[in-house]
Structures are given as structure tokens and as C-alpha cells.
């Protein structure tokens, strides 16, 4: 089985992006990159931020390959990135990414003569409380699914 999903926080009173970790005094961010990327294209903008895929940062390379795919994603969209634009948002695109992403890779690897699969992608949702310790508070995990099938004997179902 397949498993791709990108992750936002949404707490408990519907604050997108917002998440209480266990541990942590202060409220973080789900997902902090997609976050951090969304803040600098926002400031500025797409064609600032475009980066030849397969050059990335030497010194951070995972962010800078999430930023490169996600602005040439966005480019490739024709995505308005304004002050509407959110996290949601660049959410949805990266799961998109990463959707097509494991679909390639699987065209590549997968021999449907020989080999049985299924794929679920989506985006995981972490909704939790803001205060962990309250007992009357709920902290709930779940996925927003995008795409679910399985390949049986080379057919999708």
C-alpha cells in the first residue's frame, strides 16, 4: 500500500495552521515548511522564488527542493498567490505534487503483472486542542482523502 499525505493543523476553534504539541509551552505551526513557503512567496512572489529543479540549497536542501517544487507547481497552476491565499492552499497543491509524484514513481517500479497495490493520498489533518491538559478538550487525527483505488491482476478498481 501507497500512503502519501501532506499535513496542516486545524485546532479545536478552526485556527488553520495552529497546532498544540505535547511538550511544547506555545502553539506551532502544521506544516511549518509549507508555512515558511507560503510567507516568502507572499513576499516575494513566484518569479523571485523560482529555482531550477534539481538545484536546491546545499545547506538545506530538503526545504529548498519542498520550495522549488512547490513555486514551480504554483507557476505551473497559474495559482494566484494573494493575501486570499493560504496554507489550506499550498496544501492542496502540495498534495497534488506529491500525488503525481508517487504516480510516477509507481509507473516506474510497480510491474502490475507481478505485483498487487493500492494508493491513498489526501491530506492529514491534526486537530487538536489547544490546551492538551483539558480534559474536557478533544485531539483527533484523520485524512481528507484525495485519491483511493488498488490495482488487482493490472486492474484498477
Not at 17 to 24: D, F, K, T, V
Not at 57 to 82: A, C, F, H, Q, W
Request: charged share 25%; proline share 4%.
Amino acid at each position: 500500500v501507497f500512503f502519501s499525505f501532506p499535513h496542516i493543523g486545524i485546532d479545536e476553534v478552526g485556527d488553520v495552521g495552529a497546532i498544540s504539541r505535547p511538550g511544547r509551552a506555545k502553539k506551532s505551526c502544521a506544516c511549518g515548511a509549507l508555512a515558511k513557503c507560503l510567507n516568502e512567496v507572499k513576499a516575494d512572489g513566484l518569479g523571485r522564488n523560482f529555482a531550477i529543479p534539481g538545484v536546491h540549497d546545499d545547506e538545506d536542501p530538503e526545504y529548498s527542493i519542498l520550495k522549488s517544487r512547490m513555486v514551480n507547481k504554483m507557476k505551473d497552476e497559474g495559482l494566484t498567490i494573494d493575501d486570499s491565499f493560504g496554507l489550506a492552499d499550498i496544501t492542496k497543491a502540495a498534495e497534488r505534487t506529491i500525488s503525481a509524484d508517487l504516480e510516477k514513481l509507481i509507473s516506474k517500479a510497480v510491474d502490475t503483472s507481478k505485483a498487487d497495490y493500492a494508493v491513498v493520498t489526501g491530506v492529514q489533518i491534526h486537530n487538536w486542542a489547544r490546551n492538551l491538559d483539558d480534559p474536557n478538550s478533544y485531539s483527533m487525527e484523520f485524512v481528507a482523502p484525495s485519491t483511493v483505488y488498488a490495482v488487482v491482476n493490472g486492474v484498477a478498481t
